[in-house]
């Protein structure tokens, strides 16, 4: 495909938001959008920034089942039913959004992406990773990302930041978070092992640095592949 895929992935307080928004304006005032834009359709943008779960209007439906506790209330969520619904969000994502965007040459910047399902509800919750791989199969329909920046935070000190910040004004309460530390040592070491078995795909970045040096080395990854990407 003409377009590029870089995916950020990470734990939780990890500092991706601030870093995709990073990423962009620093794409926008370095001349690489420019450079960009020579290759990608004249009716599509030649960056954008998306996210799973909701990249589409059916995703942001399902990002709300997923992390509004006020949507299912007592009822807990069941785990398949978790994992189907992030496969759907995906499927929904990469057949509507991704594929054309890419098809016509943009750039996109997505927050979270297969990795994501096999870190948390597999490495994390403990589901089959196989079948994790044969749903990612299904819903992105073979297309992987170009470049994964896996923002590496320990996980004590990323759920210390994510009760600092604000929460998404769209949901009341972030079911997600509530989760323990464990849980988190448990997805970390999932995105090293992942990191591991794609060294050619997903480049480990230092999140816990402060925030300006991650922002650059995120520019020097991103600058190499760029060079290759667009000559
Ligand atoms: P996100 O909004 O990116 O959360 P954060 O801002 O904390 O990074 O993602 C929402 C939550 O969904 C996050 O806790 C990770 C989780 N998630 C999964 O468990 N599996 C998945 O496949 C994806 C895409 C996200």
């Known amino acids: 495909m003409l377009g590029k895929l870089i995916v950020f ?7 991706k938001t601030t870093q995709l928004i990073s990423v962009q304006t620093w794409l926008n005032q370095s001349g690489w959008g420019d450079r960009v834009a020579h290759y990608t359709q004249a009716d599509f943008p ?6 799973e779960p909701g ?24 785990e398949q ?30 927050d979270r992406y297969t990795d994501s399902t096999l870190a948390y509800q597999g490495y994390g919750r403990g589901l089959d990773l196989g079948l994790i791989d044969q749903l990612n199969q299904i819903a992105t329909q073979g297309l992987e990302s170009d470049l994964t920046l896996w923002l590496d935070i320990e996980a004590d000190y990323g759920l210390a930041r994510t009760r600092q910040r604000e929460q998404d ?7 997600m978070e509530a989760n323990e530390i464990a849980f988190h040592q ?23 640095q402060p925030e300006a040096q991650v922002a650059q080395h995120i520019q020097e990854v991103m600058e190499q592949h760029l060079q290759e990407w667009y000559p």
């Open 46 to 51: 030649p960056i954008v920034i998306t996210r």
């Open 55 to 78: 990249g589409t209007l059916l995703g942001k439906g399902i990002r709300k089942l997923l992390l509004d506790v006020t949507v299912t209330g007592n009822e807990r969520l069941d």
């Open 9 to 15: 992935e990470g734990g939780e307080g990890a500092g």
């Open 81 to 110: 039913a978790e994992l189907l619904l992030f496969a759907a969000d995906r499927a929904q994502h990469v057949a509507s959004f991704l594929v054309p965007h890419l098809q016509a040459g943009t750039l996109v910047l997505c």
């Open 169 to 175: 004004p769209e949901i009341q309460s972030d079911r």
């Open 186 to 208: 448990k997805l970390r070491q999932g995105f090293a092992t992942l990191a591991q078995q794609h060294p050619q795909r997903i480049v480990r970045v230092d999140a816990q």
